[in-house]
């Protein structure tokens, strides 16, 4: 039998994972030696004992076998909460692929020397009536800022003080101003002392509905008879779900369990934390992406000491470190920003039930559109599925329109909006009422080209076209290029060198046009560059500070704007045209919840949904806010070729200096895998091809696709490309795996 070898990390300390050291697995310890156990080993010159943890195994080594120390011995002290992390990262090197070192650092929060931190709490000074007194005032003199915190205070006697300035967007400046007029209070209360209860008057849980007491009670009884598994609930926006995950979260905490909650950053909103912090007061913690490491780190300390029952947070709150964790919400479950886009690119739904099921804890999954895995893995009773069907506070579903633009062309409208949609929008100005303006596209501006000779102007160092933007600059999104626009075409020279606008900053433009007098704000990718601007921006909106709201995707996920009565889509198509099978999925998806952002408050909502493909089964379907048979064509695509969920794929990803290089090692890769597997009938290998984007930053991307109905199978095939890899010494070239990937390449 061969040599085993085990990768040591010794006296792992939160500063460093990044120096495995090789030592033989005796015999007499093979059995006990795996990923996460804790070993004596001797270290040194002078072979001083020491303890460190077993990170990865192997049977090779790249250093001569005689100079290998053995383990000396398995620690008798069983394992730990760092026990747990590094299995987690093992499995996730070896599901996802990626090194142990990044497996590692993604699970295990670096500490960082931080100075005393200190938490603040707003205390309010004066009573309920004079606070509504200071309302009327501020509102008088347009004071929106002091408007939101007085809101705020009226409602609670206590809030945390970084959920104000973070949440509510409330500048230091307007917190000390109405300090001094004496109806709040600043203090100051250290992090580790326990503090008294952040929000005084603590709400107690609202009657439920028979449904939610319903789903509460299965999981808790399950939960109960160690039958833990996983839960789908598909409820529309407003139908309950929260309300369902505190009431399970309570009866958890009431049994001595912990709870992780994933919500998306983008939906960490003020009102969906007051919410947590009312039901479980300081036991609550948030973590997002402001957050420090060092900040990270202590509330990852903290949960390790259970001085907290629940964490909310983003994708990496998974990996926080409860002691008896009983359960993992994901909120909005079908967010894609719950795939990590850096190796491992691994995603939380899969990777918090693999955490649950080695604790014993339980899953829940929420979302008013599903994935489709999540919905198939239901349909197939891998998970339990439950349905909120009704709105809770009231509230009609807005009345939907889908607008042919080929229509709207043939009778001569040229601009880009609809007749419908120019009426609707005049009406909501007349009467007051707020609209957005959603544009369906990841890109900003629109790309340049000749008129003459259709020449696009493209970026030198990556293969997309770069953007106009109103200063005249053409702009590369990938890599920052700019370059003045040219005066003539480069190939032809002709003077018809011009901007094809469909980005928001020309919808903007076209509403100024359309609508002289309106008030417009604009939010995207590029008026959002800090997290700051877009809180402002949507408090802003909020306030009533504009009519319109032009923006992406980003305009349609969290806040709700009980003002907002009409939603436009301006063209629903532009996310199906993308060469990527999720592209149906995600136009649903998107179209949907922009449908369900009018009409959130007591006046009923209108949507105009615009495009040239009104029979698509994606837009037919979120146009009637029909899941279920936008489902039932969906999955039969996927089925019929053989994508996930009904099978899996494996996306291998190069990137390298050499265009030849890196199209060779592709090819390597595809024989290899033909000759090796190559009889296997279920197997579909797609490619080598260069990437869509076949350039960034002038590095050279390949991509070669497999597809399975076995994932364990393309791990197989994960495994051979990586040994082949080390082998043929393949240093330069950085390769990637993306397992059910979220995009095409
Ligand atoms: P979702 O998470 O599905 O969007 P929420 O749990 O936020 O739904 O509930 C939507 C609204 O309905 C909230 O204002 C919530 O307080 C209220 N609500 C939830 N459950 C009930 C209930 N059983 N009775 C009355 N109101 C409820
Ligand atoms: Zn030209
Ligand atoms: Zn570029």
């Not at 943890?53 to 909460?81: H, R």
Request: charged letters at 25%.
């Amino acid at each position: 039998m061969s040599e085993r070898y085990a990768d040591v990390i010794v006296e792992i300390s939160h500063e460093k994972v990044d120096r495995p050291f090789q030592y033989r697995i005796p015999d007499r310890l093979l059995e006990q030696v795996f990923p996460g156990v804790r070993v004596h080993v001797p270290f040194g010159r002078g072979n001083k004992d020491m303890t460190g943890y077993v990170v990865d195994l192997s049977d090779q080594t790249d250093y001569p076998p005689e100079k290998i120390k053995d383990i000396a011995g398995v620690d008798e002290n069983g394992t730990t909460v760092e026990s747990d992390l590094i299995q987690t990262a093992y499995w996730m090197k070896s599901h996802y692929g990626s090194t142990i070192i990044n497996a590692l650092k993604t699970v295990l929060p670096v500490k960082q020397k931080l100075k005393q931190p200190v938490k603040k709490k707003i205390v309010r000074l004066c009573d309920k009536e004079e606070i509504e007194r200071q309302i009327t005032e501020c509102t008088r003199k347009h004071q929106t800022a002091k408007c939101r915190v007085l809101e705020a205070l009226l409602e609670e006697e206590i809030l945390p003080y970084a959920l104000l300035r973070e949440k509510l967007n409330v500048a230091a400046p307007t917190i000390n101003s109405l300090e001094k007029q004496g109806i709040l209070s600043v203090e100051i209360e250290n992090y580790y002392r326990n503090p008294v209860k952040m929000i005084s008057g603590r709400e107690a849980a609202k009657p439920l509905s028979k449904k939610q007491n319903l789903i509460i009670e299965d999981v808790i009884q399950d939960y109960r008879d160690g039958n833990v598994g996983t839960y789908l609930i598909h409820g529309i926006t407003g139908s309950g779900k929260t309300e369902v995950y505190l009431g399970i979260i309570e009866q958890m905490i009431a049994m001595g369990r912990q709870a992780i909650v994933l919500i998306p950053e983008i939906a960490l909103t003020y009102q969906t934390l007051l919410r947590f912090y009312k039901r479980f007061g300081d036991r609550v913690s948030v973590m997002n992406s402001t957050l420090s490491m060092g900040e990270k780190y202590d509330q990852m300390e903290r949960a390790r000491r259970s001085e907290l029952d629940v964490i909310i947070g983003p994708r990496s709150a998974l990996f926080t470190p409860f002691p008896n964790l009983g359960i993992i919400i994901i909120d909005e479950e079908h967010e894609n920003s719950y795939k990590s886009e850096s190796m491992p690119k691994y995603h939380a739904r899969e990777t918090a039930i693999r955490i649950a099921s080695g604790k014993g804890a339980s899953v829940v999954l929420g979302s008013a559109t599903p994935s489709l895995e999540a919905y198939y893995r239901a349909k197939r009773g891998e998970y339990k599925l439950y349905r909120l069907n009704e709105r809770l506070t009231g509230g009609q579903l807005p009345q939907v329109y889908t607008i042919d633009l080929r229509e709207e062309l043939k009778e001569g409208n040229r601009s880009i909006f609809s007749r419908k949609l120019k009426s609707l929008i005049k009406e909501r100005l007349d009467a007051g009422e707020q609209s957005m303006l959603f544009l369906n596209r990841r890109g900003y501006a629109g790309f340049v080209s000749c008129r003459a000779c259709g020449l696009v102007m493209k970026c030198p160092h990556c293969d997309v076209s770069l953007s106009e933007h109103r200063n005249g600059k053409l702009v590369c999104h990938y890599c920052g290029y700019e370059v003045g626009k040219p005066q003539k075409c480069p190939s032809c020279e002709s003077k018809y060198l011009l901007g094809f606008k469909a980005g928001t900053e020309q919808i903007e433009e076209a509403v100024h046009k359309e609508f002289p007098g309106a008030r417009v704000l604009r939010m995207d990718a590029d008026s959002t560059r800090s997290k700051e601007s877009y809180e402002k921006i949507l408090s802003a909106f909020a306030d009533g500070k504009a009519d319109i709201l032009v923006g992406t995707q980003m305009i349609v996920k969290g806040h709700d704007f009980p003002n907002v009565t009409l939603v436009g889509i301006l063209a629903a198509d532009l996310s199906l045209n993308q060469n990527d099978y999720r592209a149906g999925e995600r136009t649903f998806q998107l179209l949907t919840q922009a449908a369900g952002r009018a009409g959130r408050g007591n006046k009923p909502g209108e949507v105009v949904i615009q495009t040239y493909q009104p029979e698509h089964y994606s837009i037919v379907h979120a146009a009637n806010q029909d899941y279920d048979s936008f489902y039932a064509e969906e999955i039969v695509y996927r089925e019929l070729l053989q994508y996930p969920p009904a099978a899996h794929m494996l996306a291998v990803l190069t990137v390298s200096k050499e265009e030849e290089q890196g199209s060779y090692v592709m090819e390597q890769f595809a024989k290899l895998v033909r000759e090796r597997l190559g009889t296997e009938k279920e197997l579909f290998i797609i490619g080598p091809a260069q990437a869509s984007i076949s350039k960034i930053n002038d590095l050279y991307r390949h991509v070669l696709y497999f597809k399975h109905p076995d994932y364990e199978r393309l791990v197989q095939i994960k495994d051979l490309l990586e040994a082949y890899s080390r082998e043929e010494d393949w240093k330069t070239q950085s390769i990637q795996f993306d397992f059910d990937p979220m995009n095409s390449y």
